[in-house]
């Protein structure tokens, strides 16, 4: 009896398992890429505010309306061409004679993973939802673009969408090449609405709805990332058909994966790990000069940080020669601008500081800090390059008789706290994705910007900005820039620190490697 | 000699001592010992392999392991004994209280005992650190409410069975009041297996200490403690650096070996069983008594 029964039961569970895994099984080993790196997006919404594991998964799981051709660098890696932009949901763009509007032309027949067609509606919902949640797209929009009304938005026909800004920008193409403002499949993500969550928030932080290359098909936080390819994809479907990133969140396992085989993307490696990386043959390293800037920013609102003196005179006690050396093996460079040397009115002709114990005594005994002081610096938990810097500037501010505690805390407590203004100095590693000096500057130092962690304000500074941002003069703007730039360098709100590039270790059989400036992998660029 | 009991004459008395002996004069001398400040970094001598400037080789940002080795032996054991006797002085007590007294409190407690005990130790310990902050006494509190349970379920399985004997009766016939039988009689007979295991304890909390600077719980850097040079070195590890990990784990190797030795010789010391004048029952020992009723 229970023969009779067996084999038809395992006959009909090995048919179930055959049609469950169907597409699992479809997929060759070279059309799947494992990818390790050190945590899983903390969510998947745009509007969450930008982090690197969150700017990955946008980057694959959105498109954007405009983006910029393509162009091969020295090293051999393809990175974006700033002076040429091209359409990407968009097929083509029209920016009005007075710089005050921008026209969008969609492409026809661009279909989701789900199989709905993008219209001028997906567009309109996806401004209308960041419009209303009050959050990234907002910020972009009214502090970037100056917009003060959602009428800016206009949906002209099924395949034409218009944006009207107040005041004439040069930044209306640019901007919408932002990782942040992809474009949602609104007819999926309107299935998902409920009562209660008008803009389909909790499916959109798990899930995905766009006409990107990839779709989510498992998001387990903490654990794992599954990417599968949208066969709809535009621009044809990827080659890798699925990605599985997983979370190691310590960079020698993640090395010691690759080199044993068991993935294929070892995801930021320390510079030691890189130098070893190099001499492994089944390991290929790419690299690039990158737009980070890795920095220690002070909270200027908080005393003792709020004199200038002060903050000058720990960016006078950096041993920036013996960080380069010993820390980033000498493949960073060090920052001595707000703005990213590769940026356009890019200058660092003022930059001051050189390592001067007596000089940094001298200015702390002007500020009444003469005996020094005490104070705090956080840094993220499995950040081994932030913890080697913080003992580093421990030692070297000791010799000015300032004291710092080191607070380690997770990723998420520790922007928490400098959110709130509650932490004196932390490490922040960032870039500003618009290559733009005045986009920049509006990002990291303009005082009503909401990533200007370190509360710097001078007005001065904030009215370039602001005119920057509405002057289509570009000789102007770049004096302007430069300008904002010198002052700030003299004001320190940070300590500056170093450019440490972007590097990327892989499987010496993947392929494809290309640069972004939100340092976050596209893998439909890749193949193995 | 022959006045020397044997049980501190054996081998392993001999070693545990030793060891003990060297951590007092690591603890004592550490600034006398120690070539280098144990928490200034030296960018540029960064991970550099053992040699006769660097006798333990140094860290990724160029500290001295071996003056960190030697200062750790302060915060190391500075954490496990302060913990440790903190839940001995808390939990002996206790044990004592909620055995002699069965009641609902005692329940209560044990209950809260439970609670304590059913979590995963790192878990529970992290979670503390997490609320507490990542300060050495914190760690030190964290490790006391660990140990607490522990030494008092000790007491109270004693004083269970001690509690019933006839010498507790003889002793409340003759008017003693409740605290005189616990801390004159009981507190005296179940001491035993909480003297045994404060040893076992201590070693227990190195381990601990280490353990939870290991997953980032305990102390911050650049304190000097064994678990968390042990974890930094650790990453360093597939670069072919070994010695940041190794010397560290030596260190809580020996430490944890001597107390557990010391444990074991303190039992013997102890156990009326293992003495001459043992004789049937323990009844005899127990002092302001007299001997068998």
Redesign the interface.
């Known amino acids: 009896m229970r023969m009779t029964w067996g084999l038809p039961k395992a006959s009909l569970l090995a048919l179930a398992l055959v049609i469950a895994g169907g597409p699992a099984f479809a997929q060759s080993a070279s059309e799947t890429l494992l990818v390790a790196g050190p945590r899983t997006p903390e969510s998947l919404d745009q509007e969450y505010p930008p982090t690197e594991a969150g700017h990955e998964a946008r980057r694959n799981i959105f498109e954007r309306l405009l983006v910029y051709a393509m162009k091969t660098d020295p090293n051999g890696a393809r990175v974006e061409d700033f002076t040429k932009i091209e359409g990407g949901l968009a097929e083509s763009y029209e920016i009005a004679p007075d710089n005050k509007s921008i026209t969008f032309h969609l492409r026809h027949g661009v279909k989701s993973a789900a199989g709905n067609e993008m219209t001028a509606d997906d567009v309109m919902w996806t401004f209308q939802r960041g419009w209303n949640m009050k959050a990234t797209f907002h910020w972009y929009m009214t502090q970037i673009l100056k917009i003060e009304s959602f009428d800016a938005f206009q949906r002209i026909d099924d395949y034409t969408v218009k944006v009207s800004v107040p005041n004439p920008s040069l930044l209306l193409a640019r901007l919408w090449v932002n990782n942040d403002l992809g474009i949602i499949d609104s007819v999926e993500a309107k299935k998902h609405i409920t009562v209660d969550d008008p803009w389909a928030t909790r499916f959109l932080s798990t899930g995905s709805a766009s006409f990107a290359p990839y779709y989510i098909s498992k998001f387990s936080p903490g654990q794992e990332v599954i990417y599968d390819a949208n066969p709809y994809y535009y621009r044809g479907p990827a080659k890798l058909k699925k990605i599985i990133f997983r979370e190691m969140p ?3 396992n993640r ?2 994966a690759l ?1 044993a085989g068991s993935i294929d993307v070892a995801e930021w490696l ?1 510079p ?2 890189i130098a ?1 990386a190099k001499q492994i043959p089944t390991i290929k390293v790419w690299e690039v000069f990158g737009n980070y800037t890795h920095r220690l920013e002070m909270n200027n609102n908080m005393a003792p940080f709020d004199k200038v003196e002060v903050r000058q005179a720990l960016n006078y006690l950096v ?1 920036r020669p ?2 380069a ?3 980033y093996m000498n493949t960073a460079r060090p920052t001595k601008s707000p703005v990213s040397e590769i940026y356009p009115a890019y200058t660092d002709d003022s930059f001051p500081y050189k390592e001067d114990v007596a000089k940094a005594k001298e200015l702390l005994a002007k500020a009444g800090y003469k005996d020094g002081f005490k104070t705090e610096l956080g840094y993220r ?1 499995g950040e ?1 390059l932030e ?2 810097m ?3 500037l ?3 501010f ?1 010799r000015a008789g300032v004291t710092v ?4 805390l997770p990723a998420s407590s520790l922007v928490e706290r400098y959110t709130k203004g509650t932490m004196p100095m932390f490490f922040i590693r960032d870039m500003a994705i618009v290559p733009d000096a005045a986009y920049v500057a509006n990002l990291f130092i303009n005082s009503q910007s909401m990533v200007n962690f370190s509360h710097y304000k001078n007005a001065e500074v904030d009215a370039l900005i602001n005119k920057a941002l509405i002057s289509t003069d570009e000789k102007e703007r770049e004096e302007d820039m430069k300008k904002v730039q010198r002052v700030v360098v003299d004001e320190a709100p940070w300590v500056f620190l170093f450019n440490p590039g972007y590097q990327l270790a892989t499987s010496a059989k993947v392929k494809g490697f290309s640069w972004y400036t939100p340092n976050s992998n596209s893998w439909y660029d890749f193949s193995k | 000699m022959s006045r020397i009991p044997h049980s501190l004459r054996s081998p392993a008395a001999v070693i545990g001592f030793a060891l003990l002996f060297l951590q007092i004069l690591l603890i004592l001398f550490a600034p006398l010992l120690s070539p280098y400040s144990p ?6 001598a ?2 550099q392999p053992p040699s006769a400037a660097h006798w333990f080789g140094t860290d ?4 001295d392991v071996f003056s960190r080795v030697i200062y750790a032996t302060r915060i190391n054991l500075l954490i496990s004994v302060v913990s440790v006797a903190v839940a001995f002085l808390i939990g002996v007590p206790l044990g004592l209280f909620i055995g002699y007294y069965k009641g609902i409190v005692s329940s209560l407690v044990m209950r809260l005992f439970d609670f304590i005990q059913a979590f995963p130790i790192f878990v529970l310990g992290m979670a503390l650190v997490a609320v507490m902050g ?1 300060e050495i006494w914190n760690v030190a509190i964290v490790l006391a409410i660990l140990f607490t349970p522990v030494f008092a379920r000790l007491i109270r399985a004693e004083v269970l069975s001690l509690r019933e004997r006839p010498f507790v009766a003889a002793a409340r016939c003759s008017g003693a009041s409740d605290l005189h039988i616990m801390f004159g009689h009981l507190l005296l007979n179940a001491l035993l297996p909480a003297m045994v295991q404060v040893s076992i304890s201590i070693g227990m909390a190195i381990l601990l200490t280490a353990g939870l600077s290991f997953i ?1 719980a305990g102390v ?3 304190v000097p403690e064994w678990g968390l040079m042990v974890s ?1 070195g ?6 072919g650096v070994w010695w940041v990990s190794l010397f560290p784990g030596l260190a809580i190797v020996f430490s944890v070996l001597c107390f557990a030795l010391l444990g074991d010789v303190i039992r013997d010391l102890l156990d009326p069983t293992k003495t001459r004048r043992a004789v049937s029952t323990s009844t005899d020992i127990i002092p302001g008594i007299g001997g068998p009723l």
């Open positions: 310590t960079s020698s090395l010691a080199q320390t030691r790990e070893l041993p013996q960080i050396q010993s820390v938990t081994p913890e080697q913080a003992v580093i421990k030692t070297a000791a505690d080191l607070v380690q | 928490v200034e970094a030296d960018a540029l960064s991970l990724i940002t160029g500290m990542q980032g911050r850097m650049p930094s650790a990453q360093q590890m597939i670069l």
